[in-house]
Structures are given as C-alpha cells and as structure tokens.
C-alpha cells in the first residue's frame, strides 16, 4: 500500500485546545491540508487522520467500511483528548457525519458523566443523507458492479483540484450509506455548539442534508453559513479563508466558554 505523495496524515502539536478534521469518501487529508494547517498556524493543536482506504488506491477502500472509518477518527480523538482542555471536531461531506457521530458518542446525552468529551462541531457540507434516487438499486447492484463514476472534485475556483479516486467501490459506498442513516437517527443526542458551512450550490450533498442536522441537533447554538462562491469542496474552494477564519472564531469562543444561545444564519458574498 503506497500512500498518494499529499495524502498523509497531518498532525501538529499547539496548545490545550485541540482541533479533529476529518476528510471525505474517496478523499484525502489534502482536502483539509490548508484548513488543518491554519488553525495550527494560529497554535491550536491539530489532527487530520487519513481515513483507512483513502489516498491510496480504490482497491483499498473496497476492503473498508464506516466501522474502519469511524474507529480512526475515534483514535485521533482520544489522542487529542490526553493533552488538551478543550476539543473540537470538524469534517467535510462524509468527515461532517464521522464528526457528528463523535459528538453523539462522546457528547453528555450519549456519554453521561464527569469523563471530557466533544466541545463543538465544525461542518462543512456535512452529508447525513443523499437524494439520488439511484441509491435505492445499490443494495443489488454492488453485488453486480465492480466499480461506481466518481463523485470527487466539486469545486468552483479554476485550477483547484481535489485529488479523489476516479472511481467508487460499491460495497464501501453502501457501508457509508448506513453509516449515515445511523447519525441521522442520533442527531437528536448532539447538544454541543455547531457551526455549519454550506454552499448555496453543490453537485454531491443536497442542502437538505444541512437541513436535517439543524432540525435535530438539540444544540442551543447552532450557526449556519451560506456560502457563496463555492461548490461541494468549499475547504479548498474560493471561500476557504472564510471558513478558517470563521472556524478560529468559533474555537476561540468556546476555548474562553463564551457560547451564545442564539441560532443563526449568514451568507457570505
């Protein structure tokens, strides 16, 4: 297994406020690189996994499922968790659902107890569900299909590349799919604060998805930001300065226990 030159790990230690980003299906952790690598510039402590399957070949993610997933972010948490006061988890696309369920598990109506766990929540056209009727036939179809068309490399600003598989394993794309429906029947168990990105046009999550976080999660804060001039791949779109600067904002307030309790959504020109 040989990783894709870009597509290793990130991991850079700061101080006792720790960040988590998790990447995308048939991504890498050179998705988040730049978003991963401003929050440490600022002096946050910050971990970006690669997720098992990912940045290597599309043979290796057939050989994985959400389980795999899920269990490395879990890893990364609980190393951040060790040194840092406070921890705050974050992901794009399929990473906003690994996040998501990170806060259901280690979040006070899940986890009950003195034990820390997740403070907040950093989403970027986080996909909890998908509206593509095709989907329906998957549960079949992946017994018949070897390989599925990409999905990868939804952004808006030339030049810009997301370096996603060129094709799709079935079976991990249905494993996926139940992962999602399992976040999506927990999102009432997510209380902490959420900041939520979403970009008024994107080809692979539909804005429902965003919906239904900010319809279930119990959270008494919970910020929407529309953004504008982006696709699906907003961390490395035209609004990524947006997010990270954004995202600072949202960890500095929760690292100095400022958490308003007002909901609210903005739109970025």
Known sequence: MTVRPGAEPFARDGDDVGVL????????????LSWAEGLAEAGRTVRLP???GHGTSPRDLALTGWSDWSAEVDA?????RRSCRVVVVGGLSMGGALALRLAQTYGPAMNPGPLPGVDGV?????AVHLDDRRLAALPALRWVLPWLPPVGNDVK???????????IPPHALHSMLRGFRSVAADLPAVSQPVLLFRSSEDHVV???SSALILDRVTSARADEVILRDSYHVA???NDADEILR??????????VGAQPTTRTTEGVR
């Open 206 to 208: 539909p804005a429902s």
């Open 21 to 32: 980003l998790c990447h995308g299906f048939t991504g890498n952790p050179s998705s988040l």
């Open 122 to 126: 950093i989403l970027v056209n986080p």
């Open 157 to 167: 600003r030339p030049g810009a590349q997301e370096d996603a598989y060129d094709r």
């Open 246 to 255: 954004r995202s600072l904002t949202f960890i500095d307030e929760l690292a």
């Open 76 to 80: 990364a948490f609980h190393d951040l």
């Open 50 to 52: 690669r997720l098992p």
């Open 235 to 237: 961390t490395i779109d």
